[in-house]
């Protein structure tokens, strides 16, 4: 894919740039990936720019000043790489359901969204469930390591 599909406020002359996925973790990198460094609250994903690019990342995101083409590399510099992140899945990934119902509070979360999971299955309405008890739904069941997905796999 182009990577001028995903950031329209590129340069026009890396409008072209082909990659082949987004990525957030350095050693999952492959061949044509765009690695997104993002700073976390005990490591900077800066620190695994050059892992990335041994892994194959040809596309560096990050908050660098540098930008434009290096050793075939393109650097795009971003002020909030995480949302970055979020907008580059938001674009790759865009069938989005025609509806999406958020749960916030203390307590019961889990149990909402899963009552309603239940409720909406139960009338033959094509549902699905995300959270702490993992994804659910009619066709697809998952565990899931984090309470809250990643902006990749929300997207998927």
């Known amino acids: ?70 050793n075939k590399i393109l650097y795009i510099k971003s002020i909030n790489v995480r949302k970055t992140l979020s ?15 958020g749960i916030t509070g203390t307590n019961g979360k889990s149990s909402i969204a899963n009552f309603y999971y239940q409720i909406m299955s139960k009338n033959n309405k094509l549902s699905a469930s995300i959270g702490t008890l993992g994804v659910k739904s009619k066709f697809y069941s998952k565990n899931l390591d984090n309470t809250t997905l990643d902006p990749i796999n929300l997207h998927q």
Do not use: W
Not at 10 to 21: A, E, P, R
Not at 23 to 39: A, L, P, Q, V
Not at 87 to 100: D, H, R, T, V
């Open 87 to 101: 907008y580059a899945a938001s674009k790759l990934y865009n069938q989005k359901p025609k509806n999406i119902i």
């Open 1 to 70: 894919m182009r990577i001028g599909n995903i950031f329209n406020q590129i340069n026009n002359k890396y409008k072209s740039h082909n990659f082949t996925n987004l990525n957030f973790d350095s050693r999952k990198c492959k061949k044509g990936d765009i690695f997104f460094s993002i700073k976390g609250t005990k490591k900077n994903g800066n620190e695994f720019i050059k892992d990335a690019i041994k892994n194959g990342a040809n596309t560096i995101v990050s908050d660098y000043k540098y930008q434009g083409l290096k």
